[in-house]
């Protein structure tokens, strides 16, 4: 199994924002930060919102935020609303199956049963988990005072 550059993405996303809680952060820190595109950013971003893991708020001061405590958002959620879109095998998506062995094959309950697992594991690892206490991780990404900003072009926004 292979994550997407978008869920990888997400997820440093989410980091950043917890690791700056209580402050709304631009995608341009973000994307300096995490060696990202803004562009592409901008994409995670919208569907990190639509989800209801981040806030958005437009504007001179605008930009993002956690849209719930970092207990509450689970790895597990944040992979499934990234990768569940695409199947996980072609016989995962009975549209465009054409396997001819669908109707006898056990390797897709076995691959069915490692995906349940896979995520029940991440269901049981919080936002909160990552970050607190890993000094390492809140050293790269804590945006502190005194520290120059990236230079952010055009209007805040998210």
């Not at 691959?111 to 049981?124: I, P, V």
Request: charge should be neutral.
């Amino acid at each position: 199994m292979r994550l997407t550059t978008r869920t990888n993405l997400a997820m440093r996303t989410l980091m950043f924002c917890a690791v700056n809680d209580g402050r709304v952060v631009r995608k341009c820190e973000i994307a300096e930060v995490c060696n990202a595109s803004e562009n592409h950013l901008a994409q995670v971003v919208n569907t990190l919102a639509q989800k209801g893991f981040v806030e958005t708020q437009r504007g001179r001061s605008g930009g993002l935020r956690l849209a719930r405590p970092a207990t509450e958002i689970t790895v597990g959620a944040v992979l499934r609303a990234f990768e569940t879109g695409m199947p996980f095998a072609e016989c995962f998506h009975a549209a465009t199956n054409t396997c001819p062995l669908i109707g006898t094959c056990r390797f897709r309950d076995a691959l069915e049963a490692a995906l349940e697992a896979f995520y029940g594991a991440l269901d049981k690892v919080n936002l909160s988990d990552l970050v607190a206490e890993n000094h390492g991780l809140i050293h790269i990404l804590k945006l502190v005072e005194g520290r120059p900003l990236p230079a952010c072009d055009g209007p805040a926004g998210a």
